[in-house]
Structures are given as structure tokens and as C-alpha cells.
């Protein structure tokens, strides 16, 4: 059995997961940083902390992937660090996502991977060059 990159029809596929994902994600900085939308938990979030921390890698490889520039790597550090939010913050308290509350960051986690994986196909800088060389 051999692994093989997706077949460039798959491109606007892994674009539009790209788009839908990163839509749901960047609500989490938003909420850190402008309170849009409100979220208690994340009221009182400080630049110099966990949390903040978080969110500045969210917003910069965020915006990365989103315009698909050096997209890989950015879909690589976003998948780790949902896998530390996981294990950090979720895992201690349950086994089971469904218990813990980690399922999102866990989805999360997986979906980065794959597109630090497969790349971030149609509409794309890394696509653009890939097609001018």
C-alpha cells in the first residue's frame, strides 16, 4: 500500500474545506482579542499568557493558511497546537471528547493536518506558485 498526493481535481474540495474551516476557526482569536462574538471565558484574555499566545499563532497562521502562503507549515503548527490545546485542556478532565469538551479542538486538530498534508489546493498562493514552475 503507497500513500499518494490527491489528484488536482481534488483542489476546490480541499479550498472549500479550507475556506469552511478556518471560518469556525477564526472565531476563537476574535473572541480573545475584539470580543466579537462575546464569549465569557475568553473576556479577560492577556496578550503574555496561554491563551494569548494561542491566539497570535491563530491570527498569523491563520491568515497563512486562509491565503494559502506557505500554507503546509501553517496548517502543521495549527495542527499542533490543537493537539496541546487537547492535551492541556481537555484531556485531564475525561478520556472521551464527547465528555471532555475537546471534540472541536480535536476536529480542529485533524483537519489542519490533513491540509498540512494534502496542501491547501485551488486558490492559493502555494498553488500559484506550484502552477508557475
Known sequence: MTLSMPRPSDDRGLAALRFATLLFFFQHPMAKFLHVPDVPSLAHVELLSLFGAAGVIEIICGMLLLAGFY??????????????????????????PAL???EPAA???FVFLYLAWAGCGAWSIDGLNREGK
Open 107 to 109: 476536529l480542529y486538530c
Open 100 to 102: 471532555n469538551g475537546g
Open 71 to 96: 500554507g503546509r507549515v501553517a496548517a502543521f503548527i495549527l495542527s499542533g497546537e490543537m493537539a496541546f490545546a487537547y492535551f492541556i485542556g481537555h484531556a485531564p478532565r475525561s478520556f472521551f
